[in-house]
């Protein structure tokens, strides 16, 4: 575990790998399978228990724990690589009893053998990805929020390693990373997990630098972790794109008294110090 989280890559939070064999067969293709792609693989699950298997899977599909997913889709045939994977991205709170205990991270090794490219046009990953956005949207209706963020999870996977041949499918999957990152932003603040919030919204802000909603969320999150100056900042700024929003306008008041609040709190700290 320690040599792959002090040398390893992080694929994304809670995802991290360590290249072991780099792909060197005689008909190795240098690409990552696309989602839909059936992949072979040899594993060896090194922790929590030892077991080594072969065996094939649609990449993306959700026949395996989303971590294999994520990892699998970033080789190359004849590659093996270590990877360190929390709990939320193998087997979460249940487990897989009785030898995966809930909660519980795991640290496997997994060769690449081959695998067979699917023949999917852009268009239908957008159509599948609008499908699983809306779920999403059904989910958060009804305010069951960890399957909601989850759901848009999903819909975001099946972009992860494929690319738009033209200026139009790339406008229509931004707009779907936007709207997914953005509710995945409203999820968070309903928990207030304000660090994740925060992730999502600079995720939509790359691809829409001027995106209102997600600026005003982003900054809610900088007010939630406590950075009033930020939010300040994005209160102000998705001011100027909605000068009359009473929700931005109170948003705003509430961050400059909490900081007023901040800094004569410290003051007085500071005082009682050198007195």
């Known amino acids: 575990e320690d040599n792959i989280t002090e040398n390893g890559q992080v694929l994304e939070q809670g995802i991290t790998k360590l290249i072991i064999k780099n792909g060197e067969t005689e008909n190795t293709m240098l690409e990552v399978p696309p989602p839909g792609s059936i992949v072979?693989?040899?594993?060896?699950?090194?922790?929590?228990?030892g077991e080594q298997r072969t065996m094939?899977?649609?990449?993306?599909?959700g026949m395996v724990i989303?971590?294999?997913?994520?990892?699998?889709?970033t080789m190359v045939e004849g590659e093996t690589s270590a990877f360190l994977i929390e709990s939320q991205h193998a087997f979460g709170v249940d487990g897989c009893p009785p030898n995966i205990a809930p909660n519980s991270r795991i640290v496997t090794e997994i060769t690449l053998e081959s695998f067979k490219k699917p023949?999917?046009?852009?268009?239908?990953?957008?159509?599948?990805?609008?499908?699983?956005?809306?779920?999403?949207?059904?989910?958060?209706?009804?305010?069951?929020?960890?399957?909601?963020?989850?759901?848009?999870?999903?819909?975001?996977?099946?972009?992860?390693?494929?690319?738009?041949d033209d200026e139009d499918e790339k406008k229509a999957m931004n707009q779907i990373k936007i709207i997914c990152y953005s509710n995945q932003a409203s999820c968070m603040l309903q928990i207030k997990n304000y660090r994740k919030g925060l992730a999502c919204c600079q995720e939509v802000i790359k691809l829409n630098p001027n995106h209102m909603k997600c600026i005003f969320k982003r900054g809610q999150c900088f007010a939630g972790l406590g950075d009033f100056n930020e939010a300040k900042n994005d209160f102000l700024r998705a001011l100027q794109q909605d000068p009359e929003n009473k929700t931005i306008k109170s948003a705003l008041r509430k961050v400059i008294q909490n900081r007023s609040a901040y800094l004569k709190k410290k003051k007085e700290i500071t005082q009682r110090m050198f007195t």
């Not at 072979?40 to 228990?49: E, F, R, T």
């Not at 852009?122 to 305010?143: F, H, P, W």
Request: proline share 3%.
């Open 40 to 49: 072979y693989i040899n594993y060896n699950m090194v922790y929590p228990i």
């Open 56 to 61: 094939e899977f649609v990449l993306g599909s």
């Open 66 to 73: 989303r971590g294999w997913d994520v990892a699998v889709g």
């Open 119 to 164: 023949i999917v046009l852009m268009q239908d990953i957008i159509q599948l990805a609008t499908a699983e956005k809306e779920v999403g949207n059904k989910y958060y209706i009804s305010r069951n929020i960890k399957d909601a963020f989850e759901t848009y999870e999903k819909a975001l996977d099946y972009f992860r390693y494929c690319f738009p």
